[in-house]
């Protein structure tokens, strides 16, 4: 059974951009702890380092992949507590606008809509791992996409 959710998006782009979900998955998945079983022998006091991206590529006419990639890294001084990686992907029909509407349509809603999607599995991957509950922050996709934007502007190189 394939669930549809179609929105206008006012905000972003031209007033009658659509964008409908085709589908939410889990594209690839990784947790290692190099240094279990010792870890879990520690004090727990972790240095958590957060990346994340986001790259959408054209799968037909108006049809999207949005990947969403979270890489968490949790350090117990110089050693890995744990390594965990997520690629939230989604597939979107985007329809309306203009070229100039579909780059934040890509660049932050998909994203934003992939995120709770994403932070729930990293908090059960995590969790699973034997490690206590992680919760991510929530992220200001808009802001970071116009950081983005402003960045390439200047010539610098962004993955």
């Known amino acids: ?14 007033p009658g951009i659509q964008l409908s979900i085709q589908k939410i998955y889990v594209k690839d998945l990784s947790f290692e702890t190099p240094n279990s079983p010792q870890i879990f022998l520690e004090n727990w006091a972790p240095e958590i380092n957060v ?3 986001s790259a959408a590529a054209p799968q037909s006419e108006g049809v999207y992949e949005v990947v969403l990639t979270i890489v968490i890294t949790a350090k117990q001084g110089d050693r890995t507590a744990y390594l ?9 029909n985007i329809a309306g606008g203009n070229e100039a509407d579909l780059a934040p349509v890509l660049g ?10 994403a932070r729930e599995v ?3 991957l995590v969790a699973k791992g034997g490690f206590p509950q992680f919760l991510l922050s929530p992220v200001n996709f808009d802001a970071l996409y116009m950081h983005t ?3 390439a502007g200047q010539g610098e190189v962004l993955q």
Not at 84 to 92: K, L, N, S, T
């Open 108 to 117: 932050s809603l998909c994203p934003s809509v992939l995120f709770p999607f």
């Open 149 to 151: 934007r402003a960045k």
């Open 1 to 14: 059974m394939a669930e549809t959710q179609e929105q206008q998006q006012p905000g972003v782009g031209s």
């Open 84 to 92: 965990a990686e997520v690629h939230q992907a989604g597939i979107f």
């Open 122 to 124: 990293v908090a059960g």
């Open 51 to 53: 990346q994340l991206r």
